[in-house]
């Protein structure tokens, strides 16, 4: 009786449309649950049929490439998005993980990761926000599939500006040799998962992987919660 009495004077909104949320519903509505534009990159795995992974070749031998959602500028993914990275919903990001981590070993792909590894946030920027969004991601995940994650073997060493509105080669001159790898005996001869909230060129991605592979990473996957 609490519970609804509560629910009718503050009740909660659903993190996608700002709906109120029915009754048994958690952060996302049914009616957006069913038209959020889900991919099926883990059905195709690391073969040219996953159009992720397709973006990476030529570039860093990452293994597997994944995402949740494909991001639509305007649309819901982008509301879910801006609500985890500004609007201090840290809980959507490890409830977002935790279900497309049980997509994940669904396909077994559990038995593929030793270590998830979030990119990290620079600490001026992590202290300002409070949080870093892809670690609660990544806790979501490691949930589900129960593999380890650590956030504080890979850091970022330059407060790098924002890639948004970067080109390619600008994206990729900015991240450029400011990832690093403490403690790299703790993913020495290890598969890695790097985990990320977009994907957009994949520079970010790409310079984790090179500084993982350089301190002595087996393999390399990346998993985002969205892709453009």
Same mark, same amino acid.
């Given at each position: 009786m609490f519970d609804d009495l509560l629910a009718l004077f503050f009740p909660e909104s659903c993190f996608a449309c700002d709906g109120v949320l029915a009754r048994g519903e958690k952060y996302i509505?049914?009616?957006? +649950?069913?038209?959020?534009?889900?991919?099926?990159? &883990?059905?195709?795995?690391?073969?040219?049929?996953?159009?992720?992974?397709?973006r990476f070749?030529?570039?860093?031998?990452?293994?597997?490439?994944?995402?949740?959602?494909?991001?639509? +500028?305007?649309?819901?993914?982008?509301?879910?998005? &801006?609500?985890?990275?500004?609007?201090?919903? @840290?809980?959507?990001?490890?409830?977002?993980?935790?279900?497309?981590?049980?997509?994940?070993?669904? &396909?077994?792909?559990?038995?593929?990761?030793?270590?998830?590894?979030?990119?990290?946030?620079?600490?001026?920027?992590?202290?300002?926000r409070g949080y870093n969004q892809s670690a609660h991601f990544a806790l979501g995940l490691a949930a589900a599939m129960e593999v380890p994650t650590v956030s504080n073997i890979l850091v970022r060493t330059i407060n790098t500006s924002t890639q948004t509105r970067k080109d390619r080669l600008n994206r990729w001159q900015n991240v450029e040799q400011v990832f690093e790898v403490k403690k790299p005996e703790t993913i020495?001869? @290890?598969?890695?998962?790097?985990?990320?909230?977009?994907?957009?060129?994949?520079?970010?991605?790409?310079?984790?992987?090179?500084a993982l592979f350089n301190a002595g990473a087996s393999e390399v996957s990346v998993v985002t919660i969205a892709a453009a």
């Open positions: 509505c049914t009616k957006c +649950n069913v038209k959020l534009p889900y991919t099926d990159f &883990h059905v195709h795995g690391a073969t040219e049929l996953n159009p992720l992974q397709r070749w030529g570039k860093v031998p990452v293994r597997f490439a994944f995402s949740y959602f494909t991001f639509q +500028n305007k649309g819901s993914v982008q509301r879910l998005l &801006h609500q985890l990275k500004y609007k201090g919903a @840290k809980e959507l990001g490890v409830h977002l993980g935790q279900r497309y981590g049980s997509i994940l070993q669904d &396909h077994h792909y559990h038995e593929q990761f030793d270590l998830i590894v979030p990119v990290p946030l620079h600490k001026q920027k992590q202290r300002k020495a001869g @290890k598969h890695v998962l790097i985990v990320d909230d977009v994907l957009t060129t994949g520079a970010t991605l790409e310079a984790c992987a090179v």
